[in-house]
């Protein structure tokens, strides 16, 4: 373990895995760290991080960054990949030991990564899309923004197989790779439906070709050796509702829409 991440609710340390002479920062988020929801059942957030990085595997999403299940130095947990900047780059990690600064810090790597903002309405980029708007602290004018981008279409129709309930602009980032990642998929594969996303502004759009052809993937992963693993991971419920989720989304092959009067955004939105 080499430091704590800034601004998350479990406990989430920064650590290094080494295999002979190879290195990578990763991202151990142990069981005993979580803090308990009323909705979620306990100790269950670590093996849904590994679902959905399963998932997005299994079926060729690319959304979320290599994930498995370790004993750490705080017992078992999630061991996630790093694919943002190295740490010492930036504002995400207090060394051991050392106390957070209030207000230091928005999370993991850059928030939104450059995709996801909040700007004044008259100050919308070209093509981008308003998810909602509303005021800020000193009580301006904000709209709550993403950008038309294919990372984000299929980021968002992953979201909604594994019913994420937790999709903050602070949960994206853009790894070395220029590509857009997906992090923090504790809360997610609940049997109820529960997605709350930013990234609303595709709500209703027909789905490409690409999509549809990820969402047949993942029904015949889901269908096949995938599932046997996932049934360790998340409940029969929990699993057959997943399958549901994507039979139903091959249906429609819509993005779906917001509850009317439910709560759709995750809060705070990074």
Known sequence: MTGRVLGASNTTLLARVTSGERSLACVYKPVAGEAPLWDFPDGT?????????LVSEAAGWGVVPPTVLREGEFGLGSVQAWVGPPPDDGPYVDPPGTRR????GRGLGEPGAGVIDVVAPSRVPDGWLTVVQGEGYRGEAVSLVHADDPGLVRMAAFDAVANNADRKGGHVLRGLDDRIYGVDHGLTFHDDPKLRTVLWGFAGRSFDDEVVVLLERTAAALDGDLADVLSTLLTDDELLAAQLRVERLLERRRFPKPPPGGRALPWPPF
């Open 45 to 53: 957030l670590a093996g849904r991080e590994v679902a959905a990085a």
């Open 101 to 104: 600064r209030a207000g230091a």
